[in-house]
């Protein structure tokens, strides 16, 4: 492999967002790592869990497969192998982070991720298939445990604080960076907002969610 291709690993070639479909998106490496860290940063700083990004995840961690094997043809001695080795590890570290936030959302409102979605429609889920039946699983562990430790106990006019359902704060406020004109939106104390292209907010989450979702806004 040339020096070049070392050191523009990231910047080789483009990738399809569709594989099956020519007519799709085509992004560098280095913008998908851009997305990811887009990405990561919004479930770090949202309250509710966002849509999952299960094709950038992919499509990243086959980057970082072909990054590994680039590596290898680097001599041990070479510091450029200790630089690369450095921005992977930043990359791995970026995925784990974002997948380990989103579990850590599933721990702490279980029965509201559950109950939320399933009341949305097929082009609007949020949990991966594999997060959903964590979910459920984690969710009927708990139960029976819960019942075991306490419920049982309990006298049966008592038993409704199971029906607790615990749900992340989504009027807690979060910084807002607008990446699309959006317009003016009110906010709590009755002002008018004006959403112009790279300006900074600083809004209640439940505001901007949709927006959010649209990807016209990030959190920072």
Known sequence: MSD???????????????EEDEDDELITPQELLEKIEIAWINE?????????Q?????LMMGQIVHMEENL?????????????????????????SYLRCRLQ????FTQYMIEEEKKRPLNKKRLSEAELKFAEDYHESIETHFHQLALQHLPPQQDDISKRIIRPNVMGH?????????????????????LSENSIHLLPYQ?????LNKGDICLI
């Open 72 to 96: 290898q043809s680097i001599p041990s001695n070479d510091l450029r192998k200790t630089v690369h080795k450095m921005e992977l590890e930043r990359i791995k570290y970026i995925i784990a």
């Open 174 to 194: 979060v910084f807002v960076k607008v990446l699309k004109p959006c317009g003016t939106i009110v906010n709590t104390k009755d002002e008018e907002v004006d």
């Open 54 to 58: 299960g094709e950038l995840v992919d």
């Open 4 to 18: 070049e291709n070392i050191e523009n690993n990231l910047n080789e070639s483009e990738i399809n967002l569709d």
């Open 207 to 211: 505001l901007i969610a949709e927006l």
């Open 105 to 108: 959302k599933l721990e702490d």
């Open 44 to 52: 770090k700083s949202a309250p509710d869990i966002l849509e999952y």
